[in-house]
């Protein structure tokens, strides 16, 4: 009597030649979790939902794949490289992308819903309208190796949204038009900023971030945060930098052109360009001085480091404002500053309606001068080997009496 004819008898009796023709093509394999069954890149892409549950792991998926109008549930994709991928109108859940690499992929209307990226790399592709809800990033090689940890190196992104995901040591590098950070909150990164780009939008809401430089935006990018707390951390755009509403200590804060900063707490070093205008705007430094070292960008004050022509305008702040100014032209209007530290070489300083209440000013020497109007100081203001330069003051009064401790040269 014949063996019965089935596909278990099939497997068995042609599976060497199965063998030989899988590494005939490169070797791909894709593994559910209860049978071990292949399927050619044409059948998955064909039918992404035998995606579902299943492993995808080998070399001959590259070049060949495309996913669309789908949901994709508990894959698992490791181990493999796919070039040129097209994914368009699906939606990843719960699946996991460990080891991946990928040159060229395209996703269009994409979401990926609580999945996880392990040490995966989408380079020099496209990201249109995803979204990443949920779930986490982050890389187990070296941190301080951008290729172990680097995730969309060149790619372009419109309108990508992070929203409530988790990234550690993670590095994106994105250029084009639009990326959206939401509700973040564990982010853990030793070998580098979260975001950089040139010519892109970032956003930041919601989020608290801590020990990151979260976002620093290359030539021509911006950046605008709201509703977010940054502790230690880095905002740092080439073009343009809107921050409101946010708690933000010991946070380095750049823009080449313009930064404002608008009813925030806010302590840390702010550096600009010649062209650059910084505006701070009904917003306070925090209450008592964090005083970790000697020196003064280490303090609960926000240090305003730029060039020459640099401008930074104080504009009503909500409580006692703590600055120090090294270098550029100031404007402070309505203002009381506490702790008052002007480095060696700003060129002018302009005052009205303001309250000074110490500081200090040793070795200043002012390029040019300003005008003071309305303003009281109180001691004590250390001027030793001082020079002040031309001041034009009305109204210049000293409640306390003298404030001045040393020797300076004035024409006030």
């Not at 995966?120 to 070296?142: E, N, P």
């Not at 993670?170 to 038009?177: C, K, Q």
């Not at 305003?304 to 090294?326: H, Q, W």
Request: glycine residues 10%; neutral net charge; proline residues 3%.
């Amino acid at each position: 009597m014949s063996e019965k004819y089935t596909l278990k008898t099939f497997l068995k009796r042609y599976r060497y030649h199965l063998i030989v023709l899988l590494l005939l093509l490169g070797g791909y394999s894709m593994y559910p979790i209860q049978n071990s069954v292949m399927y050619s890149p044409q059948e998955i892409s064909a039918n992404p939902t035998l995606l579902n549950h299943g492993t995808l792991t080998g070399k001959g998926y590259s070049t060949l794949l495309s996913i669309a109008n789908c949901t994709i549930t508990g894959a698992r994709l490791k181990n493999i490289r796919l070039d040129d991928l097209k994914v368009e109108n699906v939606t990843f859940k719960n699946c996991v992308f460990e080891k991946v690499e990928s040159l060229g992929a395209v996703f269009t209307n994409v979401i990926f819903d609580h999945c996880t990226f392990i040490s995966a790399q989408f380079d020099k592709g496209k990201l249109d309208k995803v979204l990443f809800h949920g779930g986490k990033m982050y890389s187990v090689g070296d941190p301080e190796r951008v290729n172990d940890n680097g995730y969309f190196y060149g790619t372009f992104f419109d309108n990508v949204i992070f929203d409530d995901i988790e990234l550690n040591n993670v590095n994106l590098w994105p250029v084009g038009e639009s990326v959206f950070f939401r509700n973040i909150s564990k982010v853990s990164n030793r070998g580098g900023v979260i975001s950089t780009g040139d010519s892109i939008y970032a956003r930041i809401d919601n989020s608290h971030i801590k020990d990151t430089d979260f976002v620093t935006a290359g030539d021509g990018s911006s950046i605008y945060a709201t509703n977010s707390t940054l502790f230690r951390s880095g905002l740092r755009g080439g073009k343009f930098v809107y921050i409101e509403n946010c708690d933000m200590r010991r946070t380095g804060l750049s823009s080449d052109e313009v930064l404002v900063v608008k009813n925030c707490v806010v302590g840390g070093a702010a550096k600009g360009s010649e062209n650059s205008k910084f505006y701070i705007v009904n917003s306070k430094t925090p209450v008592a001085p964090d005083i970790t070292s000697d020196d003064p960008t280490d303090r609960a004050r926000v240090a305003f480091d730029g060039k020459d022509l640099t401008e930074v305008y104080i504009l009503n702040p909500s409580g006692p404002f703590r600055a120090g100014i090294y270098r550029g032209r100031i404007t402070a209007i309505n203002t009381e500053l506490v702790d008052f530290y002007i480095g060696e070489v700003p060129v002018d300083i302009d005052l009205k309606d303001v309250t000074i209440r110490g500081g200090e000013w040793k070795d200043l020497r002012m390029k040019g001068g300003g005008r003071w109007e309305n303003v009281k100081i109180y001691p004590q203001i250390t001027l030793e080997n001082a020079v002040l330069g031309d001041i034009e003051a009305y109204n210049l009064t000293f409640p306390e009496g003298n404030p001045w401790v040393g020797n300076a040269k004035s024409n006030l």
